[in-house]
């Protein structure tokens, strides 16, 4: 059984810093051709935040651009993301999932993904 359990969530004042880590058991991340960070924040949908494909090519939200950083750890298994600068509006429970479709990593795609880790909270303070 596949599982993808979330950690590193917690709260920051504006401007901080967090690194979540996303465990995969059950299966090698190399399985999986698209991974992704997606976060829900209350009354809004669930978005991607970033993904990652097998290829190591990374994709990002524009509202994250250049203050997350997606990566794949092989060794450990393990799918992060720095988060840097972080903001209020940033605030939100962070998910990652992995997906064996190729086409996940193209676009902002929510839906389709096979495994779900239960999420993370990240509270960002003013």
């Known amino acids: 059984q596949v599982q993808l359990v979330e950690s590193g969530g917690g709260s920051v004042q504006a401007a901080g810093s967090l690194r979540l880590s996303c465990a995969v058991s059950?299966?090698?991340?190399?399985?999986?051709?698209?991974m992704g960070w997606f976060r829900q924040a209350p009354g809004k949908k669930r978005e991607g935040v970033a993904y990652?494909?097998?290829?190591?090519?990374?994709t990002y939200a524009d509202s994250v651009k250049g203050r997350f950083t997606i990566s794949r750890d092989n060794a450990k298994n393990t799918l992060d993301l720095q988060m840097i600068s972080l903001q209020p509006e940033d605030t939100a429970t962070y998910y990652c999932a992995a997906g064996v479709s190729w086409h996940l990593c193209r676009g902002a795609f929510v839906d389709g993904f096979d495994h779900w880790g239960q999420g993370t909270q990240v509270t960002v303070s003013p």
């Open positions: 059950g299966a090698t991340i190399g399985r999986y051709y698209c």
């Open positions: 990652n494909n097998i290829n190591s090519v990374s």
